[in-house]
Each structure stands twice: as C-alpha cells, then as structure tokens.
C-alpha cells in the first residue's frame, strides 16, 4: 500500500471557526490532489499540486486554500467553515512521472462535520 | 462539461456476472480507471485502459471503446465481499488540470 497518512480522522467543527486538513505521503510522489465525496456526487477534485509550492484549483475550490511546502505534505484549509463543507475529503497522490499511467493513491480520508 | 454516466445502483447474486457501465465524454480523453470502494473506506485501483479492448486482471476485466466514449467493468465468479462501489474516473486532457474526473459511482450489492 502506498504510504498516504491524512490528519485528523474525523473532526467536529463549528460554523465559522477555520479548519487545516493535513496529507502526509512516504512515496516521495510529486503529485498530489484533495477531493471531496458527497452522496450522489462522487469524488470532486478541490485543489491539486504537481511540485512544491506548485498548486492549482480543481472544480470545487472555493472556500478552500492549500499550501505545500515539502514534497511530503500537503495541507487543505478551510479559512471560515461552512456546513455545506460537511463531508468526507480524501488525499490521493501519483506518479505522473510515468508516462503510461495517471493512477492514484488514497488516503484512509478525514470526515468532517461542520455544525 | 466532463459527463461521467454510470448507473447508481445495481444487485446480482453470488457466483454470477456483473457488466457496470461507463460513458464519457470523447474530447481530451487520456485514459480512465476502475475503482473500488467499500463503504467507510478509501478507493482503491481496480484498472487502466488507455487503448481499445479488454484489459483481464482475474476476476476483474475492463474494456474500452474510445470512439464509443464507453467502458465497463465485467465482474466474474461473484463474491460477496464484491458488495462496494466502483467508481469510473477519465483523464481528460482538456480540462487543463493534471487530475482524474470521477463518475457518482455504482454500488454494487451482492446477493447470496
């Protein structure tokens, strides 16, 4: 299994308070994204890097900021929490260095509930 | 947009064999994946299809028809712990993202 690590598990929060998830990885990988997973909707990308310091927006970005400044971590805030950020979000990184494959590793996730 | 149909849901019985579709949108497309979630649970790789045609990986194969903009999932030999869902997920190249768009997913119940 990949080494993919995310911090915290689960987390109670409430309205308004800001919120840092944390993904952790051992592969040394360079690419690393953060969706979110809601019923009926799937996993929807927020945020991605593709190097250190080197970070893009996905479809479900705003509300949300990232930083990465080692290769190993990644991390998610949530400046000002909203209840409709009340979800299951999922660290995943790749090895887009080989060209024949785009696939990714999940981390365990962080359940988040905004109150 | 970067449609992904699949079917929500779907049941089979034990030992049996279950085809889970996949549409996508043909524009940009550079590869697409199969994975398996079990509920609580993080996804996990089931396969890659970037050519046309069938990929078998035991009990698991997926095919791919890029001009169609279809693939689906053929689960042989069913067993219950298959009960999860399977999430399609393409990489298209027009997005200007470096990322995968994933399908709802299929929730798979099987049946003894």
């Known amino acids: 299994d990949a080494g993919i690590t995310q911090s915290p598990r689960h987390k109670v929060t409430e309205t308004g308070t800001p919120v840092t998830l944390r993904c952790h990885q051992t592969e040394n990988h360079r690419y690393m994204y953060w969706y979110r997973q809601d019923p009926g909707h799937g996993l929807r990308l927020i945020h991605y890097s593709y190097g250190v310091k080197d970070t893009d927006k996905g479809e479900v970005s705003d509300g949300y900021s990232v930083s990465r400044s080692k290769t190993e971590d990644f991390l998610l805030t949530l400046e000002s929490a909203t209840s409709s950020q009340t979800s299951v979000y999922f660290c995943a990184i790749s090895n887009r260095d080989r060209l024949d494959s785009y696939e990714q590793y999940f981390g365990p996730g962080t359940r988040l509930t905004v109150t | 947009g970067q449609n992904i149909d699949q079917p929500t849901e779907m049941t089979a019985t034990e030992g049996a064999i279950v085809q889970i579709n996949c549409t996508y949108q043909?524009?940009?497309?550079?590869?697409l994946f199969w994975y398996q979630q079990h509920a609580g649970e993080a996804p996990t790789f089931l396969s890659y299809n970037v050519l046309d045609g069938l990929e078998e990986k035991g009990r698991f194969s997926s095919f791919l028809s890029r001009s169609k903009g279809y693939s689906y999932l053929l689960l042989k030999e069913l067993q219950m712990k298959d009960s999860a869902s399977y999430l399609c997920?393409?990489?298209?190249?027009?997005?200007?993202?470096?990322?995968?768009?994933f399908g709802s997913g299929t929730r798979l119940q099987v049946q003894p």
């Open positions: 043909t524009s940009g497309f550079n590869g």
């Open positions: 997920a393409v990489n298209l190249s027009d997005t200007g993202r470096r990322a995968l768009t």
